[in-house]
């Protein structure tokens, strides 16, 4: 694996980015306690 640096800054540029988003749906059905089903 000669592109291991490459690979893993797309893997931490994936998961942060993964991360941004599902804490933002978070911190959304939190604000609206009527409409989380999950």
Do not use: E, F, N, Q
Request: include cysteine; hydrophobic fraction near 55%; aromatic fraction near 8%.
């Amino acid at each position: 694996m000669a592109d291991l640096p490459g690979l893993v800054a797309w893997g931490l540029c994936a998961a942060a980015s993964g991360l941004i988003i599902w804490l933002s749906w978070k911190a959304g059905t939190m604000r609206r306690p009527g409409m989380h089903d999950a």
